[in-house]
Structures are given as structure tokens and as C-alpha cells.
């Protein structure tokens, strides 16, 4: 048996959530800075915690900033939906033997705001938010977290992501990484140990890997 857990990241793999992210904080940074920046400028704040996002970005009150953030994603929470194909991979995962996690940049409060609404949270039995760790990702601090919490070696899980700060936590973490692609808009190929064109791909891909035993840990 080669994995245990099957480790998810959610924006971008799991929910798409690019649309509001990025307009909700082209609206905050115009509302704070009196500029409007454009779209394009600001795809790397997807993957990344807000915080570093706006530190990147060199806005002087952060606090004040992830709060109006969080005020105008929540005007555009509508525009937020899984993925096509997520759900039925994620209960073809369970219904498997393997455990399901998620390892995010969200803290817990944009995670029930977020994703629980979704009604996907019931998948996944371990979650690791920014909260959890000082460090983040692309940093190896969340995955090693997530290890320790649902006490799987490295070797047992594979971490799915859509970002190169994802496969770099992975890579840091010594855990096998999964690019999803249907989401992912890095010109230059990232180099992931498995990649994915749809959801149903992660399925498939896995029962040529290796099947889990139904044993609980």
C-alpha cells in the first residue's frame, strides 16, 4: 500500500474561488489606496494566506485590510462553487478506504465562511488551517502539521494542490504532490509527482497506484 490519506488543498482544487478572491480584493485595495489594480497583477495572492498577501502588497493596516477583505468576499460568496466532478471524487476516495484531509491558506474563520457552506466539509476527517502553524506554505510547516495531527508518515500521503506553493510544501515536507490542472494557470509546467486533468482523474490514478487496506490507523 503506497497512500493512506489524500491531502487536499481548497481554493483553486476543491472550490473555485479565484473570481472572488481577486475582486474582492481589487475592491479592498481600492477602497484603502484610492488605485485600482488589475486582475492580472494580483493571481499571486491565490495560494497564499491573506496576511502574506496583503504584506507582499505593502498595504500599512493589515488588520483593517482582512477585515474589509473579508466584508467584500462575502458580497461575492454566491460566485463560489465546487469544482465539477469534485464531489463524486471525493465519495469515490471514501468509499475506497482512503482518509481524506485538507491542508489550506485559510484560517478557520474563512474556512466556515468559505467552504463549509459548500457541504463538502463532511469528506475530511483531519484539517489544517493557518492558524495551525507559524509558517505557511510553500514552507513544509502545514503538511508536517497535518502529519503529526492525523499521525500518517510522509510516504502515506499525497498532497493535491493547484499552485507551485502547494507542490513546494509538498516537496518540503517529503510527501508525494498532485497538480490539479483544471484550475491552474502557471505558464511555466510545475514539476508535481502526479498531475490531473479532471477530478475523475484522481480516482482513476489511484487504483493504478496502489488500492489502501480498510484497516483504521
Known amino acids: 500500500m503506497k497512500y493512506k490519506h489524500i491531502v487536499f488543498d481548497i481554493d483553486g482544487t476543491l472550490i473555485d474561488t479565484e473570481y472572488a478572491v481577486i475582486n474582492s480584493l481589487i475592491k479592498t485595495i481600492t477602497e484603502i489606496t484610492g488605485r485600482t489594480p488589475q486582475y492580472e497583477s494580483l493571481k499571486f495572492a491565490l495560494g497564499i494566506t491573506g496576511r502574506n498577501a496583503l ?3 505593502k ?3 493589515i488588520e483593517d485590510a482582512l477585515k474589509r477583505w473579508d466584508r467584500n468576499m462575502k458580497l461575492l460568496q454566491h ?5 465539477q466532478g469534485i464531489k463524486e471524487c471525493l465519495q469515490s476516495l471514501l468509499s475506497r478506504g482512503y482518509i481524506l484531509g485538507i491542508v489550506t491558506s485559510k484560517t478557520y474563520q474563512e474556512y466556515y465562511s468559505d467552504f463549509e457552506p459548500l457541504g463538502l466539509a463532511d469528506y475530511f476527517s483531519t484539517i489544517v488551517c493557518a492558524d495551525d502553524t507559524d509558517e505557511h506554505k510553500p514552507q513544509a ?3 508536517v502539521a497535518y502529519l503529526a495531527k492525523a499521525h500518517v508518515s510522509p510516504e502515506n500521503a499525497l498532497y493535491i494542490g493547484d ?3 502547494d507542490i513546494q510544501c509538498a516537496n ?3 510527501v508525494d504532490s498532485g497538480l490539479v490542472l483544471w484550475s491552474n494557470n502557471v505558464s511555466n509546467p510545475i514539476r508535481a ?3 490531473f486533468k479532471t477530478p475523475n482523474d484522481i480516482s482513476l490514478s489511484l487504483i493504478h497506484i496502489s488500492e489502501p487496506t480498510r484497516q483504521a490507523e
Not at 460566485?79 to 469544482?83: E, S
Open 59 to 61: 498595504i500599512p493596516d
Open 193 to 195: 509527482d502526479y498531475y
Open 55 to 57: 504584506e507582499l502588497l
Open 141 to 143: 510547516a502545514p503538511l
Open 79 to 83: 460566485t463560489i462553487q465546487p469544482f
Open 172 to 174: 518540503n515536507a517529503g
Open 163 to 165: 499552485s507551485i506553493y
